[in-house]
């Protein structure tokens, strides 16, 4: 009886243990998803006038609403989810953007993504 009890204590610590850590893995998937920046310096980087601030804020909002979605979702749609969320995210870009501010913007956004091991 001594045995079966100490068991499933062993048992039920193990899968807690797991438990844990996945819960600990969805925790570090999401932070590294959360692409919020800081505006004020985005804009001084990349030379944004006023208007071209407030397009990229409404973009970049939508942009960091489909990474989230994509934290969320499982690992087989969440290359497909990332892949979509900066297709779109770069087409929009590109419209608000000159050239020389689209590829300093192409730039920090792979840096960020090389950085946070997000695979595209």
Do not use: P, W
């Not at 610590?13 to 004020?40: H, I, P, Q, R």
């Not at 973009?59 to 690992?75: G, K, P, Q, R, V």
């Not at 087409?91 to 608000?96: D, F």
């Amino acid at each position: 009886m001594k045995r079966l009890f100490l068991t499933v204590v062993a048992v039920l610590s193990m899968t807690m243990t797991f438990a844990e850590d996945e819960k600990l893995n969805n925790v570090e998937s999401a932070k590294a998803y959360n692409m919020e920046v800081n505006y004020g310096k985005l804009a001084d980087f990349l030379g944004l006038s006023s208007d071209q601030l407030e397009a990229v804020q409404d973009i970049h909002t939508s942009f960091c609403a489909d990474m989230l979605n994509a934290a969320n979702a499982n690992s087989d749609e969440r290359a497909s989810m990332v892949n979509g969320a900066v297709e779109k995210d770069l087409k929009y870009m590109r419209n608000v953007l000159t050239g020389d501010q689209f590829r300093k913007y192409l730039m920090l956004l792979n840096v960020t993504f090389n950085n946070r091991g997000i695979e595209r």
